[in-house]
């Protein structure tokens, strides 16, 4: 069964980078779009950036568009997400998560199949 082992979270100042990692295991992500999720505190998870499953499309939400820039390399099955210009506001625990199913789009924050168990990303001066 597919597990999606994730890395690369910590804190920063903010104007801060890190780049998050999201790994397979037990299976391949081969066929699958790789989404990421935040949760800050107090508030609902929220999709935020999306790869389509050969990863020639991306997606993100306004909020870290510019800033955030998410990839796959198929042949390590791991998708990243770089993050640059980190701002307080990013403060919150980030998810991958998979999906085969994406409907008309070429990824999507629905129908997720498997999920990574989070990073924490704090970003404080």
């Known amino acids: 069964q597919l597990q999606l082992v994730q890395s690369g979270g910590g804190s920063v100042p903010p104007g801060g980078s890190l780049r998050l990692s999201c790994a397979a295991s037990?299976?391949?992500?081969?066929?699958?779009?790789i989404s990421w999720f935040r949760q800050a505190p107090g508030k609902e998870r929220e999709g935020i950036s999306c790869i389509s499953k050969n990863g020639g499309q991306v997606h993100y939400t306004y909020s870290v568009k510019g800033r955030f820039t998410i990839s796959r390399d198929n042949a390590k099955d791991t998708s990243y997400l770089q993050m640059d210009n980190l701002q307080p506001e990013d403060t919150a625990v980030y998810y991958c998560?998979?999906?085969?199913?994406?409907?008309?789009?070429?990824?999507?924050?629905?129908?997720?199949?498997?999920w990574g168990k989070g990073s924490l990303v704090t970003v404080s001066a």
């Open positions: 037990g299976s391949t992500l081969a066929g699958y779009a």
């Open positions: 998560a998979v999906a085969r199913r994406t409907g008309i789009a070429p990824c999507s924050y629905e129908r997720m199949e498997y």
